[in-house]
Nanobody, 124 residues
Framework: QVRLVESGGGSVQSGGSLRLSCATS????????MAWFRQTPGKEREGVAT???????YYANSVKGRFTISRDNAKNTLYLQMNNLISEDSAMYYC??????????????????WGQGTQVTVSS
């Protein structure tokens, strides 16, 4: 059974940093691609960053150079380090897993398991 639980969200001032974590069970970290998405009310869920079983990463242009996705296979945990946060980064952040997939995708339909989300609020 696959389970994803996010943590680490909170409120931070513009220019600050946060690290999100996603504790997983049922994910094979050496194989399965994972990603972080975010969503604000009234908008579609947006792909932020993804990582595959080889550790290769891909980022949305809006966060490139500021966010880093990583995974600790021994701890079964996915991370998102967010630096130089801006107000536009405020959103509910979700982790997602694509069981059995090696691909780097930032489309929702690629992922078959989702966490419940953690809120990030950036104030200017």
């Amino acid at each position: 059974q696959v389970r994803l639980v996010e943590s680490g969200g909170g409120s931070v001032q513009s220019g600050g940093s946060l690290r999100l974590s996603c504790a997983t069970s049922g994910v094979t970290h050496s194989r399965d691609s994972m990603a972080w998405f975010r969503q604000t009310p009234g908008k579609e869920r947006e792909g932020v960053a993804t990582i595959n079983g080889h550790g290769t990463t891909y980022y949305a242009n809006s966060v490139k150079g500021r966010f880093t996705i990583s995974r600790d296979n021994a701890k079964n945990t996915l991370y998102l380090q967010m630096n130089n946060l801006i107000s536009e980064d405020s959103a509910m952040y979700y982790c997602a897993a694509a069981i059995g997939s090696w691909y780097l995708e930032l489309t929702q339909s690629h992922y078959n398991y989702w966490g419940q989300g953690t809120q990030v609020t950036v104030s200017s």
